[in-house]
Each structure stands twice: as structure tokens, then as C-alpha cells.
């Protein structure tokens, strides 16, 4: 059974940094595409970035602009996200995906909050 959790979230204020993790258990992170994905208040999920299995194609949306890193370590099977730079619309509850938000699986998500 594949299971994720999320930790690591918190309140920064703006200009802070938060890294965010993902325990994967039931299957090999390196076998997969992750993903991480946001939800902010009232909105819809907004995808944040990805991972493929060979760990070779990262891609991130545009509103990251080089202030956030998607990375792995694959002897702990986790999933991780650094963020640099936190803007008071990065709030939001960001979830690890494995695959795609509609098909696949996500944990419960980690509460990210910037407020000065």
C-alpha cells in the first residue's frame, strides 16, 4: 500500500525558508514520478513541481522562478522540497504526489503559512 507523509511546514515570514518532506513507504520513490502540489484557501490544486524516475527531468511552475528546489534521497525514500524566498502567496497546504493529483496517490499534506 502506498503511503506519504508530509512534514516540515510551519510559519515564516516573508523572505524565510522552509524545506518540506515526504516519507514514502510501499513503493521505491526512484520508480516513480513525484510530484509536489499545492492548495491554498478557496482555490484549486496548483502544481509546484516534479520529479521523474531517473531523477534526470525536473521541471517547476513559473511562479517558482528559482526560489524553490525539488530534490530526493533515495537510500531514505524521501521526497523533498527546499523554499527559499517564501511570498504570502506561497501560503497554502502542499501535498506529495505520486503520479498525478487525479490518479494517483498524495499524503495529507503539510500546512505552509507566510504572515509578517
Known amino acids: 500500500e502506498v503511503h506519504l507523509v508530509e512534514s516540515g511546514g510551519g510559519s515564516v515570514q516573508p523572505g524565510g525558508s522552509l524545506r518540506l518532506s515526504c516519507v514514502a513507504s510501499?513503493?521505491?520513490?526512484?520508480?516513480?514520478?513525484m510530484a509536489w502540489v499545492r492548495q491554498a484557501p478557496g482555490k484549486g490544486p496548483e502544481w509546484v513541481s516534479s520529479?521523474?524516475?531517473?531523477?534526470?527531468?525536473?521541471n517547476y511552475a513559473d511562479f517558482v522562478n528559482g526560489r524553490f528546489t525539488i530534490s530526493r534521497d533515495n537510500a531514505k525514500n524521501t521526497l523533498y522540497l527546499q523554499m527559499n524566498s517564501l511570498k504570502f502567496e506561497d501560503t497554502a497546504v502542499y501535498y506529495c504526489?505520486?503520479?498525478?493529483?487525479?490518479?494517483?496517490?498524495r499524503g495529507q499534506g503539510t500546512q505552509v503559512t507566510v504572515a509578517s
Open positions: 504526489v505520486k503520479g498525478t493529483w487525479s490518479s494517483g496517490s
Open positions: 510501499g513503493f521505491t520513490i526512484s520508480t516513480a514520478l
Open positions: 520529479i521523474n524516475e531517473g531523477g534526470d527531468i525536473i
